[in-house]
């Protein structure tokens, strides 16, 4: 019970005033039960989108067990999710206090509890805050980049944001990656998860340009929002593109070389990513200070993945520089090629007559050859590396099961290797005759 402290004024003996207490009966002066508070929501569960709400009542007891049917308390409340108000709560002056729980963005389950002049109320209510539903129109799908070049390797990587109607994660495992009209880009997978609501595709661009849509389902229901990729016309790149040679050392027309005097020339264009762009649109041309030339116009192959003519040896020895236009513009690169004066001798007669004693290799001096000698059944007997003249075969075995005894006569196979490429190789047959 609340008590008001009066003063009252009196004449009474010798005392001119007197301090009287007197009951406050305009106050809420019953004892509150704050064990027995009833607190209650008008619902055990709302959608977790920020707007859902609840009526919160709190109706205050006395110690006997009474609903009090007067006003004048300071309630307040809270919740472990969402938002209550207003703070303190509404007082009606019958002994009950309300308020509104306003659901949030976050699911789970919220507690609401609340005090009275600052005395906490032992009585809890709960509530659940179930997950908002997907809204595909909040949902979308974002490319890091919305420009590929159409070389088949260029790639980005798409996302697809679930979204509920709140604004915030969608989570589903139910989503997939409709088919790409038109068919100018590829994915590599069906979208995996990386989060509460991202999911992610590989796109790879195809050859093709144009501009294609990327759409997305979840949970069997299509996206409203689209994303565009543009796919364009990769750029040759003049300097990182190649001339290539299948050989760099021509052999004059001679007796005894046992090949075709002969290389193709490859030309690769590529982009400036570094990717081959294969038979791409435009004229490449080749031209070389030596040798001849089938065509001037290389021709693409699709085999080869390149430009592709071929050269020929002349009928003098030298060098040739080899270039290449790509719509007349002149390529980075420039090779080299050699062409050796080269005479093989196709048989020796080492019986120390003096003539044809010796393998005499003209023309191979100082390009680092390789030599090896095969008996009939494919079986080295001799080997060199490098194979100098002042040390030439002789007709005897230096390797094998006959090393260090001269061949019988008959008829062997040479392989000859020269230079840095691995093509520049010569192979035909060699007479030893006593």
Known sequence: MKWLFAILKRKWHSASYVLLLLPAWGFSQVPIDASETSITLSANALVANGIDSALLTIQLVDTEGTPLSTGGATVRAQSTLGAISPTPLTDHGDGTYSGVLVSGITAGTATVSANVNGEAISQTATVVFRPAPLSLENSYLVADQTTLLANGVNQTTVRIVLLNTAGTAYLSDSVAFL??????????????????????????????????????????????????????NPSVSLELSTITVDTDMLFLPQRGTGRADSTLIRVTLIDETGVPLGNHTGTVQVQSTGGLLASSTAEYVDSLAAYITTMYSPTEAGEAQISATYNGELLGEEIQIRFIDVEIPQGISPNGDGLNETWILSGLDGVGSQVTVYNAQGEAVYYASPYSNEDPFLGTSNVGAMAGNELPNGTYYFRIAYGDTERNEVYNYLIIQR
């Open 179 to 232: 088919p790409i009209t038109p068919p100018l880009a590829r994915v590599l997978s069906q979208p995996v998860r990386i989060n509460d609501s991202i999911h992610e595709v590989t796109l790879v661009a195809g050859r093709d340009t144009g501009a294609v849509t990327l759409q997305a389902e979840v949970e069997r229901k299509v996206l409203t929002n689209t994303e565009t990729v543009h796919l364009v």
